[in-house]
Each structure stands twice: as C-alpha cells, then as structure tokens.
C-alpha cells in the first residue's frame, strides 16, 4: 500500500477510537448497552 492510504487509514482508526473514548467517558455503561 502507499503512504497516503496507510495515513488515511491510520487517521480514521484514530478518529474513532478517540470517538467511542470519548463517549465511554461521558456515558454510563447501561446507556451503551441502551444504544446496542
């Protein structure tokens, strides 16, 4: 693969993972589990 598809790659796993970090520390476990 190339670099520019590697660092979207990478950028988008970072981005997510800060996102679902970020919900699990503004919400309860049961309202993720209401989510689910």
Known sequence: ???EI????TLTAVAII???MV?????????VLAIL
């Open 6 to 9: 590697k660092t979207t790659i």
């Open 1 to 3: 693969m190339n670099i």
């Open 23 to 31: 919900l699990c520390a503004n919400m309860t476990i049961s309202d």
């Open 18 to 20: 800060t996102t679902i």
